[in-house]
């Protein structure tokens, strides 16, 4: 069978994910109290109490993956750009952890039956057309043991939409962030039209993810063969119409 050939996102990847910009826009907020939080309500959730074998997607510059190594988990960890790669393996070393970084595309995943627990945090869903970004969901269930669980959480588009301002404004010491936004209704694709000003210079970096809301993500969720499905708020209470994030936990179902 003729592999299929995949489309490119509606962003440049590597623009978006420039490791400098990156980490100017964002370690503000990626600090590692709030990383620390976010690991012990992995735990919680995805009951890892005892050791697994663990996929992290997208897993940036590590600081879930090695903190769940710390822990005692198996665990690999994939993301498109080396950048990243080459921090979160200098993180491990730096805390004397194992984890399997690995370079790739998300979409072209062949584990089979391999891991306890797949994880695709911090809004990393939703980056292609909708048939890929299925592609992805059912490439972490193929890569999911039978029994196991996938998560991944993402902006929950009904809030988000309330409150979105047409534009904002950060500044960091005399650098400036500067976010344009705007949703379109038909394709349901959040917009950004970042634009990174740093040391006098200009960099545009606008990119692109489509929001679902909750009955889309239940509607792809069963579609690909998932059962035992929840959708959580922030909170890690069921989703209402006023939780900012959703939390999508679902389980590869056992051979019949």
């Known amino acids: 069978m003729k592999k299929r050939a995949l489309a490119k996102p509606l962003f440049n990847l590597d623009a978006v994910f420039d490791v400098e910009d990156y980490l100017f826009a964002y370690r503000d907020d990626l600090t590692d109290e709030r990383s620390e939080v976010e690991v012990a309500a992995l735990v919680k959730l995805l009951e890892l109490g005892s050791p697994m074998k663990i996929l992290d997607l997208a897993c940036g510059f590590g600081r879930h993956a090695n903190r769940l190594a710390a822990l005692g988990h198996s665990v690999t960890g994939l993301d498109y750009t080396p950048g990243f790669l080459a921090l979160a393996r200098q993180q491990a070393a730096e805390m004397g952890v194992q984890v399997d970084y690995r370079q790739g595309d998300m979409r072209r995943m ?13 809004t990393s869903f939703g980056y292609f057309e909708d048939d890929e970004n299925e592609l992805v969901l059912e490439a972490m269930r193929r890569g999911l043991k039978p029994g196991g669980w996938l998560m991944f959480d993402i902006q929950n588009r009904d809030v988000l939409l309330k409150d979105l301002p047409p534009a904002e404004v950060i500044d960091k010491n005399g650098d400036l962030l500067i976010n344009r936004f705007t949703f379109d209704a038909l394709t349901g694709r959040f917009s950004n039209r970042r634009i990174v ?12 993810i489509r929001l679902y809301n909750a009955t889309e993500i239940k509607q ?3 579609r690909v063969g998932l059962v035992d499905w929840r959708l959580l708020g922030e909170d890690g209470q069921p989703v209402t119409a006023r939780s900012r994030r959703m939390i999508v936990i679902a389980r590869k179902p056992l051979p019949a």
């Open 197 to 208: 000003i740093r040391n006098g210079i200009r960099k545009d970096m606008p990119f692109s």
């Open 110 to 122: 062949n584990f089979q039956d391999e891991f306890d627990r797949v994880l695709l945090l911090f």
């Open 220 to 222: 792809m969720l069963e």
